[in-house]
Structure formats: structure tokens, C-alpha cells
């Protein structure tokens, strides 16, 4: 029972990795832009991708829509760009500057069924970066996201701090004497006659206890459990492929009954060396693990080592002594 199991998580994950992203960003096409913001439009679209966890397509929306020889600004158009890239949603826009230099950027965020939301953002930053951290911050919401904080104002470009406008800079470190809010406390007043612990000393401090290292034994059983039912899974998955060729066989002459007997048995033996592999493995596996989390929740071990003489006849020897504990 846990074989299947197992097998079952395994080829769900290969299924997972082949789905890929759900989300498509292509890229933002540019307008008028000045030099410094040339590398913008794909700075803000890699940003905005990783931002909400989308694949960026290999060429803008009006060349994804040329192909299918259609309009972008139809929605049956975008329906059909959405189709081709198989994708539940997908994002474009555009990025331009006007005259004062001022960035505009206009997202379109797209849902077959359809739902098509476009918003336009005024950009304040003057290099590619702080546009590209300044548009996934500001887009937040148009993804359904809380807008992430922005950077926060440091006061003057001399120090930090809300304290700015105090020249002397007194404030930083207060003279408990002049401070009229300052109040000592009695626990902290020096008694250079008083003997014994600090009164607000809370003791020893309590140590994390080590934990025991994994041995490279261990990692050496899971890694090769897991290559073993791996292969087995391969295995099992092409003793399925073969019995659907057996099923479609032709069966009209002597050759293709000789042909189906050979390919038969050819899937027999994938399917008995899959389902031998992925039990091994998946022992393999289950002991690794066991022996990994022994071996992490042991405390380290320490060694011991001693001669004890011994008198024997004729002489004496020494007896060599090495204990674990």
C-alpha cells in the first residue's frame, strides 16, 4: 500500500513540473523612452514576473497577436493569444516617458471568461531599478496583493532617526542628572559594599542542546532509495506504454501474434522490474529517513580511550580500549 502511494506523489510531481506557470507576463512593449530608460520596459517586466510568480513570453502581445493575425484590443483576440499559451491568465502592458520626462506604465491583467482589468500608474523613479520596485509595489492590488511598504524617508542625508532638527544631537544620549523624565532604578544603583549575585541577573543561561550529526552512510541510503524507486516508477511507466501497444496490436497473422507475444512479455518484465525497484527503493528510502532523524536527535557522541596492563605469563600486555558514550 505505500508503494502506491508513493509511486502516486512521484508521478503527480512529474505532472506538476511539466504544468509549468499559470500565469503569462509578456513583455512591456516602449514608447518614447529617454537613453538612460532603455533597459527599463524588461527590467519592469522580469520584476513584475517574479512579483507574481509568471513566465515571460518570448515576444510582446502585438507580435503574440500578429501571429494569430488578429487585434490586441479585441477581446476575442486576446482570448486567442490567452488559448495559444495556455495559460489561466495573462498580463501586458506598455511603459512610456512624456516630454518632462515623466514614466507612465499601463497593465492589462486578463482572465479568460473574460474578465480584463487595466490600470495606468505614474511612475516617480529615475532609473530602471526604482521603476521596477515602484511598479510591482504600486500594481499590488490590480494581482490581488497587499502593497508591499515602501522605502521609508532616513531624514537628512548627515543622520537617521526622528531627531533630525536637534543641531546638538543631545537627545541620543540623555543626562539621567538634567533628564527630569529619567527616573533611576533602585535595582540598577551600585553598592560597592554589597556581596552576592546581581539581583538582576537571571541566571544561567539555558544552552540548546547539540544535536547529532547525520552521517554520510545515511544520506548515501536516502539518495539511492530515491534514485532506485525513481526507477521504478520509470519502469512502471513504460510497462503502462507497452500495454497500450498490445491492445492496439494487430493480431491477423502468425507474425503478429509472434510480434505481440514478444512485446507481452517485454511489458511483463518492465512491470515486474518496476513494481521489485520501487518496493526496494521505497525501504531504502523509509530506512534512510528513520536512521537520519536516530541519528539527529541523538546527542553527540563522545569517545573514550584507555590502556589497562595486564599480566599474562611471561610478561604483561596492554589492552587497548575504545567505548562510545
Known sequence: MRAVIVIGV???????????KSVTI?????????????????????????????????????????????DPEVTTCIEAVSKSVKTRRIVFGSINADEDGAVKVTLTRFDPGPDRQQRTFDL???????????LVRVSAPLFGRSVPPGRTDLGDKGGAGPHKGNKDNKDKHPDPDKDPDHEADPKRVANPDR?????LDDGPKQVDTPHGAISGTTWGIIGGGTVVAGLGVVFLVQASGIADQVRTAPMNTPTDFRNLTALEDKGQTRQRLGIG?????????GYGIYRALSERSSKPEATTMTFTPVPVEGGAALVFTMGIR
Open 10 to 20: 512521484l508521478v503527480g510531481a512529474i505532472g506538476t513540473a511539466r504544468a509549468g
Open 26 to 70: 509578456f513583455p512591456l512593449s516602449s514608447g518614447k523612452l529617454p537613453p538612460a530608460l532603455a533597459a527599463a520596459p524588461m527590467k519592469l517586466t522580469k520584476a513584475l514576473a517574479k512579483s507574481i510568480d509568471a513566465e515571460v513570453a518570448n515576444v510582446p502581445i502585438e507580435d503574440a497577436a500578429g501571429l494569430l493575425d488578429c
Open 124 to 134: 516617480t523613479s529615475t532609473n530602471p531599478d526604482g521603476l521596477a520596485d515602484e
Open 195 to 199: 556581596e552576592g549575585p546581581d539581583p
Open 277 to 285: 525497484l520501487t518496493a526496494v527503493g521505497v525501504v531504502g528510502l
